[in-house]
T-cell receptor, first 111, second 110 residues
Framework: QKEVEQNSGPLSVPEGAIASLNCTYS??????FFWYRQYSGKSPELIMS????GDKEDGRFTAQLNKASQYVSLLIRDSQPSDSATYLC???????????FGQGTRLTINP | DTAVSQTPKYLVTQMGNDKSIKCEQN?????MYWYKQDSKKFLKIMFS???????INETVPNRFSPKSPDKAHLNLHINSLELGDSAVYFC?????????FGPGTRLLVL
């Protein structure tokens, strides 16, 4: 079983709709969770981090964490074509120096 | 100002050659990483250094040897390149919880 799992997609969403990206993790010691966005041919960039159960909102982005279910999600409201990218979920075990990444979900926003 | 820079950006070479990739960060971070991203976009950690000391060494062939001359630089040397080494190699540095990635080096082994 992979430590961090995502549906690789592709996920297609019409412009203006809500895009929902999901991620599960296997290690209950994971304490910190991150969503990175990676445009084609570019490097990953951090868009959200979440550490506590519940929701965290930043502009059009909302990260959700449920530690009991070992589940992290990212919602993108009012999706724009510029949101089309691969989204990488990552987790860090408490005290560990490394991030473990999922395989990424490719998101396409259709105009 | 480029926070994390890598050279070269592209590297095309023959099997069996030895090559190096260089990384520099001007963010003042203590921790730096090398990641490999394969064609399926899976991003996997290879090595990490904290203030010039190796702290993470994942299961990577010993043909790969990282070197950190100072905490702002982390280089990666690869001996006897193989076809399976073709990938994008990302350097990153970390400040507390945030990792900043370099632009990547696209390595193609023919």
């Amino acid at each position: 079983q992979k430590e961090v799992e995502q549906n690789s997609g592709p996920l297609s969403v019409p412009e203006g709709a809500i895009a929902s990206l999901n991620c599960t993790y296997s290690d209950r010691g994971s304490q910190s969770f991150f969503w990175y966005r990676q445009y084609s041919g570019k490097s990953p960039e951090l868009i959200m981090s979440i550490y506590s159960n519940g929701d965290k909102e930043d502009g059009r982005f909302t990260a959700q964490l449920n530690k009991a279910s070992q589940y992290v999600s990212l919602l993108i409201r009012d999706s724009q074509p510029s949101d089309s990218a691969t989204y990488l979920c990552a987790a860090r075990i408490q005290g560990a120096q490394k991030l473990v990444f999922g395989q990424g979900t490719r998101l396409t926003i259709n105009p | 100002d480029t926070a994390v820079s890598q050279t070269p950006k592209y590297l095309v070479t023959q099997m069996g050659n030895d090559k190096s990739i260089k990384c520099e960060q001007n963010l003042g971070h203590d921790t730096m990483y090398w990641y490999k991203q394969d064609s399926k976009k899976f991003l996997k950690i290879m090595f990490s250094y904290n203030n010039k000391e190796l702290i993470i060494n994942e299961t990577v062939p010993n043909r790969f040897s990282p070197k950190s001359p100072d905490k702002a630089h982390l280089n990666l040397h690869i001996n006897s390149l193989e076809l399976g080494d073709s990938a994008v190699y990302f350097c990153a540095s970390r400040n507390q919880e945030t990792q900043y990635f370099g632009p990547g080096t696209r390595l193609l082994v023919l």
